[in-house]
């Protein structure tokens, strides 16, 4: 540790704040841009060339920055992707036994999940076995209350009495039961579980057909220059639109600017 921070490399190295430009560079960007700040128009032949040739050169000056640009990144891309491997070489077996941990966990908490399902579901069948027996005794006891008072007997008064308290047993059995607490699963303390829907596709084209906003319809640009072609004349402002359904099609000029040979 250093300064609060985990050190892991050997080396340490530091950036320059700054890069600085070689003088001959900032002397021919200059000239280059008061050549072609020199172009205020074309109106004929000579002016046309003059414009051309200060953006050729322009365009070959660009190419060359690019090319030297590239080759003065190229170590440090490099160095880059060695520092990537490097924490990836390092991290790998954590992070494999990372995965292979909340598999273990994640294993649990579904055994958690489905035993508590388990116990709920043997509760809701006492209950149920309960309730209708309450129901059952509560029944029978009307029944004997009915049956005491019409024969005015002590037997069928007593069997009355013993099936309301049977009942009634019945009933706090019941209401213990409810005052339980439910079985909860085995929480994993710093992790949280959720569920995640999970997809695999086995016919784009008919995911397409009933429900497109699932789909994402996207023409190459690409391809369409490879291998789409507009009639003769269509314009911006006369643009095909027969050739490719779904798709204007159209020629429009483009300047592309190549380096002068000298």
Not at 36 to 58: G, H, L, S
Request: charged share 30%.
């Amino acid at each position: 540790m250093k300064n609060g921070k985990l050190q892991i490399f050997k080396q340490q190295f530091k950036l320059p704040e700054l890069l600085g430009l070689t003088g001959e560079a900032e002397e021919q960007r200059n000239q280059l841009a008061l050549a072609a700040v020199a172009v205020k128009a074309v109106t004929n032949p000579e002016e046309q060339d003059t414009a051309m040739a200060a953006a050729q050169d322009i365009q070959g000056y660009v190419k060359d920055v690019q090319r030297a640009g590239l080759e003065f990144r190229r170590p440090i891309t490099a160095f880059t992707s060695l520092i990537k491997k490097t924490e990836d070489d390092h991290l790998a077996p954590l992070l494999v036994e990372k995965d292979r941990v909340e598999r273990v966990v994640l294993g649990f908490q579904q055994q958690e999940r489905r035993r508590v399902e388990a116990e709920e579901e043997a509760h809701r069948k006492v209950y149920q076995i309960a309730e209708a027996a309450r129901i059952e005794l509560e029944r029978k006891a009307r029944e004997a209350e009915a049956a005491a008072a019409a024969s005015g007997k002590r037997r069928d008064a007593k069997e009355a009495e013993r099936l309301a308290e049977q009942a009634a047993a019945a009933e706090a059995a019941i209401q213990a039961q409810l005052r339980t607490p439910p079985p909860e699963v085995s929480r994993a303390t710093g992790a949280t579980i959720k569920q995640v829907l999970r997809h695999e596709v086995i016919d784009a084209a008919t995911v397409f057909k009933h429900r497109p906003e699932l789909c994402k319809v996207e023409v190459k640009a690409s391809a369409v220059n490879a291998v789409c072609i507009a009639k003769v004349g269509a314009t911006e402002l006369n643009k095909d639109e027969t050739s490719v359904p779904g798709l204007c099609l159209w020629w429009a000029d483009d300047l592309s600017t190549r380096r002068r040979m000298v």
